[in-house]
């Protein structure tokens, strides 16, 4: 018994629901800087205040994911997911640009992420449970597409409404201007309505289809050493790795304490605690032959596929990378090019809007080149193939700096869209084919760790670098973003030359 292959359209519906997702997730990328700067953040805060979304999503994937493989329901295994994290999507997004205070855009953000994540993820995993091997790169490819489809609607809402349907893009002090706010309205709606079209246009496998298809996958056999018996990491190496992870953070959070450094830096430290002293808790109840959904998530972090083990440092470092964009473009094109932290502003407030532009232009790249990556991946390899995308969205982040017409920033971000979407195909392309199936959903969301560690790293320390270093240009942080993904893309040679994806349906 096989998976059946996929007609183009029906892979189109399933990949649907991303279009909103990441209509939501680039308003969220392009104007989150920009109203906690209108509330009253100074440039070193703005960082910290980011922290919301990479926390939401460290702790809620590897969650969902679980749960998602281990849930059915009339709706099927993922789709619920889907649903939940559209609605709550949703309704922060109609908050957030109405946030009267800082703390309440902060809280906000929180929400919105976590929500996003819910929705996310499970999107990774559906294209795991419902195509065959061959079809998957197809699957993410489109994913990608819709990806980029959607991020190029959302980034460029705000200087429409000004441009075309004349709606105010400045306001007084501490109000968000009317062209964001009617901008995060859309979006909304779009969220919700395209994950209700992948919801309703898309089936599943039922969880004993999907166990038959894996009993007569000799390969999807070998590749399922880790089972619920929790094999492969033992307890005294989670016990040590506990102990070391505990040691550390603690260490640095006192030298931190020492030396009066910024305060924000705690956050990755005492996560770091947090992290030991839970595999300490579970290699205990391991111990004493306790499992649970606890005991199995925070072992099988420890039983990680190779291929996941080495795609997981190209990721971390080219997360950084994009991170660094997200958060300080705004800053950087605004003080860099147009020579302004005025928020009130009409000057400000036009290069923010172009900035909205300029992140629109990297999402229609990015939609444009998806369906040419595995055209190229079939010339010169997967491994090659995302090292060339890698470096020409670094080259392009480096690049801002020698560039003084705003015109002439569209450049940059050629390279950026083109790293864009092969981070958003290439590993997940390589990686789904690693996984054990029984565990798809689980480690999608794992994976996700290392989208957002380097995510908690940039927000914890770019502001207290910038600041200390840089005196306090936000130009030097895109530098920074871009030497990390040329680094990336170096890293991507580490993984296993034989791994093997299908570029074509």
């Not at 050493?225 to 094999?231: K, P």
């Not at 090292?387 to 392009?396: D, E, H, I, K, Q």
């Not at 840089?470 to 040679?493: K, Q």
Request: proline share 4%; with cysteine.
């Amino acid at each position: 018994m096989e998976k059946r292959k996929l007609s183009f359209w029906e892979i189109w519906n399933m990949s649907f629901g991303f279009l909103g997702i990441q209509f939501g997730f680039a308003l969220q990328n392009a104007n989150t800087s920009r109203i906690f700067e209108t509330l009253g953040a100074k440039i070193d805060e703005i960082p910290i205040l980011w922290i919301a979304a990479p926390v939401s999503g460290l702790i809620i994937q590897p969650v969902i994911g679980y749960f998602s493989d281990r849930t059915w329901t009339r709706l099927g295994r993922r789709r619920p997911y889907f649903l939940i994290g559209a609605i709550l999507s949703s309704i922060a997004l109609f908050i957030m640009p109405n946030s009267p205070t800082l703390w309440i855009a902060a809280g906000t953000l929180w929400i919105m992420d976590a929500s996003i994540n819910v929705s996310m993820e499970p999107f990774r995993a559906f294209v795991g449970d419902n195509l065959p091997d061959h079809q998957r790169a197809l699957g993410f490819v489109m994913q990608s597409f819709f990806i980029g489809t959607g991020a190029v609607v959302g980034s460029v809402l705000p200087y429409l409404f000004t441009n075309v349907f004349d709606v105010s893009n400045v306001a007084p002090k501490g109000i968000i201007p009317d062209a964001v706010k009617w901008s995060f309205y859309i979006g909304g709606i779009v969220f919700l309505l395209s994950v209700l079209w992948t919801v309703f246009k898309t089936t599943e496998y039922t969880p004993e289809e999907l166990h038959a298809f894996e009993a007569n996958s000799k390969k999807d056999l070998e590749k399922e050493s880790n089972s619920e018996t929790e094999s492969g990491a033992s307890t005294k190496k989670q016990l040590l790795l506990g102990v070391l992870f505990a040691a550390i953070g603690g260490l640095i959070s006192f030298l931190i304490f020492e030396n009066s450094l910024a305060k924000e830096l705690y956050i990755l430290f005492i996560g770091l605690i947090f992290m030991g002293v839970l595999f300490v808790i579970a290699s205990q109840l391991r111990t004493k032959k306790v499992q649970n959904g606890f005991t199995i998530i925070m072992t099988d972090l420890l039983n990680m596929p190779k291929t996941m083990q080495k795609l997981a440092w190209v990721q971390f470092f080219s997360w950084f990378a994009l991170f660094s964009m997200w958060i300080y473009t705004t800053q950087a094109v605004t003080q860099h090019i147009f020579g302004t932290t005025d928020t009130t502003s009409k000057t400000y407030n036009d290069a923010a809007d172009w900035v909205s532009v300029l992140f629109t232009v990297y999402n229609g790249v990015a939609a444009a080149v998806a369906f040419l990556l595995p055209v190229i991946a079939k010339k010169v390899g997967v491994r090659a193939t995302h090292l060339l995308a890698l470096c020409a969205g670094g080259v392009g982040l480096i690049s801002i700096y020698f560039i003084g017409d705003k015109q002439l920033l569209i450049l940059p971000m050629l390279g950026v869209g083109i790293a864009w979407a092969s981070i958003l195909s290439m590993p997940y392309a390589m990686l789904s084919g690693a996984l054990p199936a029984a565990k798809m959903g689980y480690y999608m969301g794992v994976f996700n760790f290392f989208v957002v560690i380097p995510q908690i790293v940039a927000a914890t320390i770019l502001g207290f670098v910038i600041k200390q270093f840089f005196n306090n240009e936000p130009i030097y942080a895109l530098i920074i973003g871009g030497i990390s993904m040329i680094f990336a893309g170096l890293l991507t040679l580490r993984v296993n030359s034989k791994t093997k994806i299908e570029i074509h349906e």
